[in-house]
Nanobody, 126 residues
Framework: QLQASGGGLVQAGGSLRLSCTAS????????MGWFRQAPGKDRVFVAVISRSGSSVYYADSVKGRFTISRDNAKNTVYLQMNSLKPEDTAVYYCAQDTTTEHFTSATKARNFIDHWGQGTQVTVSS
């Protein structure tokens, strides 16, 4: 089970930190990542971190503004979001899978990732 939290309403330029706590599986055996879905749009990749935390990948739209990290002792992955823009408004979902490769392709994500959190709303006002 994945439980996401930390969403909310923030002004443009502000910051939020999302958290996703996992249970039921050995946390450090899985890559962890974040996707987002804006109203009327497909779910898209945001960021992913490898099992050990040694490798991270970001969507171009968030590079330099968002940072993904994990604490394997707490079974939690974080997404620090800075310099938020109105176009970052979306429901953010955490996900878990065996490899980072399944996160960065929308097709692979649909076909392979079957462990998702419930989503947390992020709204950025202009």
């Amino acid at each position: 089970q994945l439980q996401a939290s930390g969403g909310g309403l923030v002004q443009a330029g502000g910051s939020l930190r999302l958290s996703c706590t996992a249970s039921g599986r050995r946390f450090n055996a899985y890559a962890m990542g974040w996707f987002r879905q804006a109203p009327g749009k497909d779910r898209v990749f945001v960021a992913v971190i490898s099992r050990s935390g040694s490798s991270v990948y970001y969507a171009d739209s968030v590079k330099g503004r968002f940072t993904i990290s994990r604490d394997n002792a707490k079974n939690t992955v974080y997404l620090q979001m800075n310099s938020l823009k109105p176009e970052d408004t979306a429901v953010y979902y955490c996900a878990q899978d065996t490899t980072t490769e399944h996160f960065t392709s929308a097709t692979k994500a649909r076909n392979f990732i079957d462990h998702w959190g419930q989503g947390t709303q992020v709204t950025v006002s202009s």
